[in-house]
T-cell receptor
Framework: DSGVTQTPKHLITATGQRVTLRCSPR?????VYWYQQSLDQGLQFLIQ???????AKGNILERFSAQQFPDLHSELNLSSLELGDSALYFC???????????????FGEGSWLTVV | GNSVTQMEGPVTLSEEAFLTINCTYT??????LFWYVQYPGEGLQLLLK?????DKGSNKGFEATYRKETTSFHLEKGSVQVSDSAVYFC????????????FGRGTSLIVHP
């Protein structure tokens, strides 16, 4: 158990809909990361938050957004869903400040999204 | 930019065979290097890491040595078990900026009894 909790574990939704994925980082971790894992694209970094502030953006679509709340949990919002958005979405957290390269990041078990 | 290249899988071995999964990298700056493992239906777990040249990371019988001269961090295990069947990801991160780990595409390992 990594200590990172993601909900829901699975969801199925229709094209055009909107979903919210939730993440609780490990206790004390200030950085939260979102990744998308699909068979054809591998593990893609989407976005990072540190202590409530957005720190870095990766390959995140404009239809997707995220935020980190004062209690440090994070949500990833996916809207106008398309079939190609079907993937496993991981949240991860790390204890250190940005810029500390030796930090280990800890992954949740992921949220499986199927768009039909 | 930063990138990680791993050997393509799947790698299929018999139990007790020797394992090597190759990983090479390019980085702007001095990276830390990691191996993560993903068991079926689970998230990625840190397997081992090394933060400077010539360091050897080890865990659960797996080892990898940070080779700066060849920009490599190959994963090895002397005798694999069926329970080692998983996907293995090599990753790096570089100090400075936001610290975003860069992952390879993963190598699937299948171990047969």
């Amino acid at each position: 158990d990594s200590g990172v909790t993601q909900t829901p574990k699975h969801l199925i939704t229709a094209t055009g809909q909107r979903v919210t994925l939730r993440c609780s980082p490990r206790s004390g971790d200030l950085s939260v990361y979102w990744y998308q894992q699909s068979l054809d694209q591998g593990l893609q970094f989407l976005i990072q938050y540190y202590n409530g502030e957005e720190r870095a953006k990766g390959n995140i679509l404009e239809r997707f957004s995220a935020q980190q709340f004062p209690d440090l949990h994070s949500e990833l919002n996916l809207s106008s869903l398309e079939l190609g958005d079907s993937a496993l979405y991981f949240c991860a957290s790390s204890p250190g400040t940005p810029g500390s390269s030796g930090n280990t990041i800890y992954f949740g078990e992921g949220s499986w999204l199927t768009v039909v | 930019g930063n990138s990680v290249t791993q050997m393509e899988g799947p790698v299929t071995l018999s139990e007790e065979a020797f394992l090597t999964i190759n990983c090479t990298y390019t980085a702007t700056g001095y990276p830390s290097l990691f191996w993560y493992v993903q068991y079926p239906g689970e998230g990625l777990q840190l397997l081992l890491k090394a933060t400077k040249a010539d360091d050897k990371g080890s865990n659960k019988g797996f080892e990898a040595t940070y080779r700066k001269e060849t920009t490599s961090f190959h994963l090895e295990k002397g005798s694999v078990q069926v329970s080692d069947s998983a996907v293995y990801f090599c990753a790096l991160s570089v100090a400075g900026g936001s610290y975003i780990p860069t992952f390879g595409r993963g190598t699937s390992l299948i171990v047969h009894p």
